[in-house]
C-alpha cells in the first residue's frame, strides 16, 4: 500500500509558475524556490486598521490564557492530537509521547514551564517538512498540490495547548456571520442562512447580488504584523501576543520531494497547515473582513439582505464567512460593486490575503439587468443559480434531483474501485456501514433526500451486498429492513437513509430550541416568528421555494411526547400542557380539573406564589371544588410540591430518550426505526476472533436464509433435493449445521474436546442463541464462543467442496478444518498458554 502511493505520487514532471519542470534537480529548485517565494513577505506599506472597531475578550479572559500550564492540561492536549499522524522532522509520531507520557513528562512540563517564563524555545523545534498532497487526481501544476505541513512532536504539543486555551475565547471576539472553528457554530448554519436569504429575497420578487469569494494561498499570505495588531486589538495580552509572535515567525521549511527534505529556508509571512494554532489565527484575521463589511454596510455603501417575515424588523444579512469561503450581498448596483471591489483591496492591502478573481463569481439573485457590467466592476465571473455553497446546494428547489447526482456518483466511482477486487460478505458490509452509508450524511443534515433518491442508493448498497463491486443479479437472501435492523435485533446495521434523513433534519429543531444566541436562529426566527416559549418556529404555511426550514420544520412533530422541560423561572413552560413534572403533561395526567382550569395557557411561572417568602404553588380554577374532586386537587399539589422555581435560571428542553437529557440522532434514529424482534445471538455471531465472511454466513443461517437445495427449489431452480454430506436427507441449513449425521460426528469432537455434554437443539438459530458458557474460564470461554461459527465454517466449506469440486466427502479434513481454523482464530486470546496445535488440543480440555 505505501509502495502503491509513492508511485502514484512520485513527481516525474511538474509545472511551476506555468514553465515545465523535467529534470530531478530542476523540480526540487523550482518547487523550493516557489515556495519560498511564497512564504517571504513582499514588504510595502500597509494601511493602518485603527479606525476598525473589534469585540475584545475580557481582562480575565486574558489573564486565563497566560496562566501556567498544567500537567492535566498538557495531558489532554496531548490525548485529543492523532498519534497515528506523520511524524515531523524529529522522526517522533506522537503516539510515542502519548506512550511515553510518565517517562517523558517531566522533560515536557520543563519545556513549557520555560516557554512560560522566556517566551521562546529553541528555534530548530520549529523546523517544518512541507509535504505536497494533490488536491486531484493526475495533478501535475504545482497550483494543483496542498502544502501541508509537518511539524515536530513537541512543538505541536504546544501549540495544541495553545489552540485549546484560544478556542475558548474565539467566538467572543469573532462575529456571528463567522462559522468556522468557533465552538457551537457549524459549516451547515452559513449554508442554511445563505438558502433562507435567497428564498427570501425571490418571494418578495426583489433583485440582488450574491458575490462568493475565494482567496489565493489564504493560510500562506497573511501578513504577521497585521495578525498581531488584530490580536492587541481585540484585548489579548502582551505576553500571549509575544507567545503567538514566536510560534508562527520563527519556522523553517524543508520541502518533501519524493520522499527526500530538499532546501532550508525561513519565512516572513503565512500560516502552516497542519499547526494547530493556524485554523483560529485565521479565523481571527479574517474578523477584520467581516469588521470591514459590517462597517460599510453601517456606512450605506452595503445593502445586504434583509431576511423579513413574521419575525418583526428581520434579520439583515451581509455576508457570511467559513474560514476563506465567503459569501457577500449586494444590491444589483455598478455602485456597491465599485465599493466591494474597493473595500477588498483595502483588506488585501492590510492583510496580505488577495482575493483569487479566477474563482470568485457573482450570483444574480431574481432578475438582474446589468449583470455583464456589475461583473466587470467586481473583476471575476458571472455565475448562475442553483449554484453551491460549502458543497450545500445554492439556490436550489428544494424537490431538485439533480442535486444529488453527486452522491450517487461518488457512489459508482467507489464501487468501481472495489470491482477490480474480491472482497466477502463480510467485508462488503463493513464498506458499506462505514462509507456508502456515510457519503449523503452531508447533504442530508440540511436537505430532504427525494425518495427515489434514497430508493436509488439503497438500491445499490443492496446489489454491492449481495452482488459485490460489479453489481451483478445474485438473489437477495435477507430482505433490506432486515439488514438495516440493529444487529443485537438481527439485523447488519445499515442505516435506512430515509429514517436517518428524518432524525439528521431533527437535530435542526433541537438546536433551535436550545441556541438562543446563535446568529442562523435569529434569522429563522426573524423570518417565520417563534410559537409561545420559543422552543420552535411557527409552523410554516407559504410555498416551499429554495430554503431548507420548512422541510426541517415539519420534522419538529418527531420530537413530540420525547422531550420534558427542568423548570428554571418557569417563563418558557405552559403549566398544564408541557412535560415539566412526570412523564405526562398535567393536563393528560389531570384531566378532569383541566377541564375547569382559569387558565390553559398559563406560564409555569404564573401559579408560583411568592407572597409567603419561600413560595408555594397556587395553582387557579375557575369554580371552587366539588367533594369528590378534592382528592385529585391533593394528588396534583403533592406531585408538584417537590419542584421549585428558580428566579435566575432559564428553562431548559430535555432530551427523554437519552439518559443524559440531551438530543441525539443516534438515539433518534434508534427510536423511529426500532423494530420488536426475538432473541437473537448477535453477541456470539459478531465475535472479534472470528472473520468477518463467517460471521455473515452464522448470520444468513440464523435466518435460514443460505442457498442450500430446499432454498434453490423455492426460487425455481429443478435440482433434486439431497444433502451433499449423508446423500440421505433433504437438505436445509438447519440439516447439513445441526442434524447431519456428518455433522453429528463434528459435534461430539467439538464437545469432547472441551469435556461437556449437551443436547443440540432443532436450528442453527437455536443453537447459538442457547450456546453458553459459564462454567468455563474466561479464556476458555472465548474459545468456547467461537467453536460453532468455527464448526459451521468447516461443515460449509465441506459441503461447497463436495457440490462443486467434485470431491468425495473426508471425515479426517472436515475435523481437521475445524480444529485448524479455531486454533488460528483464537491463539492471539490463548497468547500466554499453548504454543502449538497439539498443546491447544491438550489445553481445551484441561480447564
Known sequence: MANSHRRRNYLSKIKVDGV????????????????????????????????????????????????????????????????????????????????????????IMGFLLDFHERGRFVRSLNLTFLVLIPKKAGAEDLRDFRPISLVGGLYKLLAKVLANRLKKVVGKVVSSAQNAFVEGRQILDAALIANEAIDSLLKRNESGVLCKLDLEKAYDHINWNFLLFVLKSMGFGEKWTGWISWCISTATFSVLINGTPEGYFNSSRGLRQGDPLSPYLFVIGMEALSRLIHRAVGGGFLSGCRVNGRGGNGALVSHLLFADDTLVFCEASEVQMVHLSWLLMWFEA????????????????????????????????????????????????????????????????????????????????????????????????????????????????????????????????????????????????????????????????????????????????????????????????????????????????????KVAFLVGNGRRVKFWKDIWCGNLALCNSYPSLYAFASSKEAWVEEFWDTSGGEGAWSPRF??????????????????????????????????????????????????????????????????PSVPSKVSFFAWEASWGKVLTMDQLKKRGWAVANRCFLCCEEKES???????????????????????????????????????????????HRKVWKAAPLCLFWAIWLERNRIAFDNEDFSVHRLKNSFVCNLWEWTKTIVNEGPLTLPSFIDWLGAR
Open 350 to 561: 492590510i492583510s496580505g490575503l488577495r482575493i483569487n478573481l479566477d474563482k470568485s463569481e457573482i450570483l444574480p439573485v431574481g432578475r438582474v439587468e446589468n449583470l455583464e457590467n456589475l461583473a466587470l466592476e467586481a473583476g471575476c465571473k458571472v455565475g448562475r443559480l442553483p449554484s453551491s455553497y460549502l458543497g450545500i446546494p445554492l439556490g436550489a428547489n428544494h424537490k431538485s434531483v439533480a442535486v444529488w447526482d453527486g452522491v450517487e456518483e461518488r457512489f459508482r466511482k467507489r464501487l468501481a474501485l472495489w470491482k477490480r477486487q474480491f472482497i466477502s460478505k463480510g467485508g462488503r458490509i463493513t464498506l458499506i456501514r462505514s462509507t456508502l452509508s456515510s457519503m449523503p450524511i452531508y447533504l442530508m443534515s440540511l436537505l430532504r433526500m427525494p425518495r427515489v433518491v434514497s430508493l436509488g442508493l439503497e438500491k445499490i448498497q443492496r446489489d454491492f451486498l449481495w452482488g459485490g463491486g460489479a453489481l451483478e443479479r445474485k438473489p437477495h437472501l435477507v430482505n433490506w429492513d432486515t439488514v438495516c435492523m440493529d444487529k443485537r435485533k438481527g439485523g447488519l446495521g445499515v442505516r435506512h437513509l430515509s429514517i436517518l434523513n428524518r432524525a439528521l433534519l431533527c437535530k435542526w429543531n433541537w438546536r433551535f430550541a436550545i441556541e438562543r444566541e446563535n446568529f442562523w436562529r435569529h434569522v429563522i426566527s426573524r423570518k417565520f416568528g417563534e410559537e409561545e416559549g420559543g422552543w420552535s418556529s411557527r409552523e410554516i404555511r407559504e410555498s416551499y421555494g429554495v430554503g431548507f426550514w420548512k422541510e426541517i420544520r415539519k420534522e419538529g412533530a418527531l420530537m413530540q411526547n
Open 622 to 687: 375557575s369554580r371552587p371544588f366539588n367533594d369528590w374532586e378534592v382528592e385529585e386537587v391533593e394528588r396534583l399539589l403533592l406531585a408538584i410540591q417537590g419542584a421549585r422555581l428558580s428566579p435566575l435560571m432559564e428553562d431548559r428542553m430535555m432530551w427523554k430518550v437519552n439518559s443524559n437529557g440531551i438530543f441525539s440522532v443516534k438515539s433518534l434514529y434508534n427510536d423511529l426505526s426500532s423494530r420488536r424482534a426475538g432473541l437473537f445471538p448477535h453477541g456470539l455471531i459478531w465475535n
Open 20 to 107: 515545465w519542470l523535467t529534470e530531478e534537480q530542476e523540480i526540487k529548485r523550482g518547487v523550493v524556490r516557489a515556495f519560498k517565494d511564497q512564504l517571504t513577505d513582499p514588504g510595502g506599506w500597509h494601511p493602518s486598521m485603527e479606525g476598525l472597531d473589534f469585540n475584545r475578550i475580557g481582562d480575565e479572559d486574558a489573564a486565563r490564557l497566560e496562566e501556567v500550564f498544567s500537567e492535566e492540561e498538557v495531558l489532554k492536549a496531548l490525548s485529543d492530537l492523532n498519534g497515528d499522524k506523520a511524524p515531523g522532522p524529529d522522526g517522533f509520531p506522537l503516539r510515542f509521547w502519548q506512550f511515553c507520557w510518565d517517562v517523558v513528562k517531566e522533560e
Open 733 to 779: 441449513i438447519d440439516h447439513i449445521l445441526i442434524h447431519c449425521s456428518k455433522a453429528r460426528a463434528l459435534w461430539e469432537l467439538l464437545l469432547a474436546l472441551f469435556g461437556v455434554c449437551w443436547v443440540l437443539p432443532s436450528s442453527a438459530r437455536e443453537t447459538l442463541t442457547e450456546w453458553r458458557g459459564l462454567m468455563l474460564g474466561k479464556k
